[in-house]
């Protein structure tokens, strides 16, 4: 089945710097990639996703980027803030209503 | 925003008892799900739930397991007789069915705590 791999385990940024998480995946059917991030005490929010037939999406401080050939996928974060602090993961799916299939994690620390 | 909601958030319970999570999936959505995440650890896959029968399940999801959509709003996951290492946080999901639209929203989740 789908391995997903993530790294770093945990970083830490100064506030204002970019943030950098990498993850891959084994499974070349794999055509959706979510990004979530969680908050202590809640479940993994959806912040970004990308769609295999995308090299690139962005959302205003947040870019995710897909290298479907080498299965890789990569979240950025720029002018880092302190609230987002948390726990971030990435995911694939293969098939629409398909279940997520996690990475183990980022714990990113933003210090003021 | 809509958003799915479980209850409780925190449930202690003893070993070998039985417990019912509970979650109501957001209203138009079509696919459930159950997630539960050991502490410190990622978030696994146990179970999805479509058209009121199991579509999938993990090797987590044994015999101890069950899933119930007892009416039309709520959606609950039974542990028959828990276990120390049944001890979590749980999460529920739910995602509607569009032809492009893969995303699952997660509700906050019930922390269990088996002693």
């Known amino acids: 089945g789908e391995n997903v791999e993530q790294h770093p385990s945990t970083l830490s940024v100064q506030e204002g710097d970019s943030a950098v998480i990498k993850c891959t995946y084994s499974?070349?059917?794999?055509?959706?990639f979510p990004w979530y991030k969680q908050e202590l005490g809640k479940g993994p929010q959806l912040i970004i996703d990308?769609?295999?037939?995308?090299g690139e999406k962005k959302d205003q401080r947040i870019a995710v980027t897909l290298n479907k050939t080498a299965k890789h996928f990569s979240l950025h974060i720029t002018e880092t803030q302190p609230e987002d602090s948390a726990v971030y993961f990435c995911?694939?799916?293969?098939?629409?209503?398909?279940?997520?299939?996690f990475g183990p994690g980022t714990s990113l620390s933003v210090i003021p | 925003e809509p958003e799915v909601t479980q209850t409780p958030s925190h449930q202690v319970t003893q070993m070998g008892q039985e417990v019912i999570l509970r979650c109501v999936p957001i209203?138009?959505?079509?696919?459930f799900y159950w997630y539960r995440q050991i502490l410190g650890q990622k978030v696994e896959f146990l179970v999805s739930?479509?058209?009121?029968?199991?579509?999938?399940k993990s090797e987590i999801f044994d015999d101890q397991f069950s899933v119930e959509r007892p009416d039309g709003s709520n959606f609950t996951l039974k542990i028959r007789s828990t276990k120390l290492e049944d001890s979590a946080m749980y999460f529920c999901?739910?995602?509607?069915?569009?032809?492009?639209?893969?995303?699952?929203?997660f509700g906050q989740g019930t922390r269990l705590t088996v002693v």
């Open positions: 999901a739910s995602s509607d069915v569009g032809t492009d639209n893969t995303e699952a929203f």
């Open positions: 499974d070349s059917a794999s055509n959706y």
């Open positions: 990308i769609r295999s037939n995308v």
């Open positions: 995911a694939a799916i293969k098939t629409s209503y398909d279940k997520v299939i």
């Open positions: 209203s138009n959505h079509l696919y």
């Open positions: 739930f479509y058209n009121n029968e199991i579509s999938e």
